[in-house]
C-alpha cells in the first residue's frame, strides 16, 4: 500500500511550479510562481502558494515557457534540491525527448551553453 501512495505523488506531484525563462547564463534562471494542487469532491485544482510551502526533496512538475514559443517545456519530474528566500532549485528528472531536445536548442544558442539540468526559479 505505501508503494502505491509513493507512485500517486511521483505521478501526480502536489505542486507545479509555472514560469517563465528569464536568463540563458551558466544556469537557466525563471520567474514563476508555484500552485498547489488541491484535491477535493469532484473538483480539483491549484491555489497560489508560496516557495517556503517547498521543502528540499519535494516532487514538483516544472512549466516551462521559453520566448517566442506557443507551448511549455513540460518537466514532468522535477525534485526540488534547495529554497532560500523566493529563490528554487529544481533538478530535472524527467522530461520528454522532445521537450529535452528543445531546451538544450534554446540553451546553446548562447554563447556559453548552459547546464539544462537545474533550473533556478524565482517564485
Known sequence: MAQGTQQASWDR???TIDCVLANVGR??????CVLERLEGGHQCGH???TPDHLRTGDI????????????FIDIRLGIVT??????ITVEVIRV???D????????????EPAHIDHLL???
Open 96 to 98: 520528454s525527448p522532445n
Open 82 to 87: 534547495r529554497v532560500h528566500k523566493h529563490w
Open 27 to 32: 544556469q537557466l534562471t525563471a520567474d514563476g
Open 13 to 15: 506531484p502536489k505542486f
Open 47 to 49: 491555489k497560489l502558494t
Open 100 to 111: 529535452r531536445m528543445r531546451l538544450k536548442r534554446f540553451a546553446m544558442s548562447i554563447e
Open 60 to 71: 514538483v512538475k516544472v512549466q516551462l515557457w521559453l520566448e517566442g514559443e506557443e507551448a
Open 121 to 123: 526559479i524565482r517564485a
